[in-house]
């Protein structure tokens, strides 16, 4: 899975740790990650899993993240002839500013 993620600026090491404990707690393995600090904070992902759905399910959390936006998400296998599933809620833009935040 290929993925892109914007991240708040005001915490971004706390926002990439985040994302990469994630990625691991859900069993996936980085093949490359870069980060592209202007003009915006973007980290850039390359993850792999052995079980596609995993791949999935990380996509669910990130939308449980703070201050993480999902700008794009290739989880298509391109040795796959088959439709890949609808991306979840999380992988599709949005603006985080006008959505109500949860207190717990």
Known sequence: ???????????????????????????????????DAAPQAVMHATLTADDASLLWLFLRRLDNGIDVELLVADVEDPDDDTVAEPAPRAATCRDRATEPMLTA
């Open 1 to 35: 899975m290929r993925l892109s993620l914007r991240l708040a600026p005001a915490d971004l090491f706390g926002a990439m740790e985040w994302v990469l404990a994630n990625a691991r707690r859900t069993g996936l393995a980085p093949q490359q990650v870069t980060f």
